[in-house]
């Protein structure tokens, strides 16, 4: 079964410092990933997105992620945070080339950014 | 362009009652998918419509349900609602249902149900 892995809840970071959030993830397949950022309040929205092909790619908002096939993982990175980015980050594996829209989610890592 | 729209934003109901949430998605978008989002249990996916036909479906009992119009909007209801229903409830759209092709899934802001 599909299942992807945040293990950290929460993580607090001063603004001006790197970020780094794992994601670890379980899938039989070729994965198709991806890094979404919830505010409060509002849906979600799409960061960066990984289906083949270069494994460092880049998003909006100066995000980056690097998916490691050996490690099942898709770390998601940023050099320098800005308050802006508080919010929650979800990341998700979705079915690949099948037409679904099912995407698994991880459960998410709530980034706290202190002055 | 406008975005995903879902009705209503916010809404209280109480035990036994049944709910129903609208979703318009992007003009030209065919696919709607819905998601649960409660603390919890995280974001799990509810359903997915495409051309009026589900295509997939999550593991949620059958009293969660839903439709898609001709004109792409969606619908989907609860009945005989439960405490543990209350949630944000996300709609998400797509252009052809191939998120590998068409880049992203693209949600709304999200329907707030409080059962009590």
């Known amino acids: 079964a599909q299942s992807v892995t945040q293990p950290d809840i929460h993580i607090t970071v001063s603004e001006g410092a790197s970020l780094e959030l794992r994601c670890n993830y379980s899938y039989g397949a070729t994965p198709y990933l991806f890094w979404y950022v919830q505010s409060p309040g509002q849906g979600l929205q799409l960061l960066l997105k990984y289906f083949s092909g270069d494994t460092l790619v880049q998003g909006i908002k100066g995000f980056e992620a690097e998916f490691k096939r050996s490690q099942s993982s898709f770390n998601l990175r940023k050099p320098s945070v800005h308050w802006s980015d508080a919010a929650e980050y979800f990341c998700?594996?979705?079915?690949?080339?099948?037409?679904?829209?099912?995407?698994?989610f991880g459960t998410g890592t709530r980034l706290l950014v202190s002055p | 362009k406008a975005g995903v729209t879902q009705t209503p934003r916010y809404l209280i109901k109480t035990r036994g009652q049944q709910v129903t949430l609208s979703c318009s998605p992007i003009?030209?978008?065919?696919?709607v998918s819905w998601y649960q989002q409660t603390p919890g249990q995280g974001l799990q996916f509810l359903f997915e419509y495409f051309s009026e036909t589900q295509r997939n479906k999550g593991n949620f009992p059958g009293r969660f349900s839903g439709r898609q119009f001709s004109n792409s909007r969606s619908e989907m209801n609860v009945s005989t609602l439960e405490l543990g229903d209350s949630a944000l409830y996300l709609c998400a759209s797509n252009l052809s249902g191939r998120p590998a092709n068409t880049g992203e899934l693209f949600f709304g802001e999200g329907s707030r149900l409080t059962v009590l």
């Open positions: 003009s030209g978008h065919r696919s």
């Open positions: 998700a594996v979705g079915p690949g080339n099948t037409g679904f829209q099912k995407l698994v």
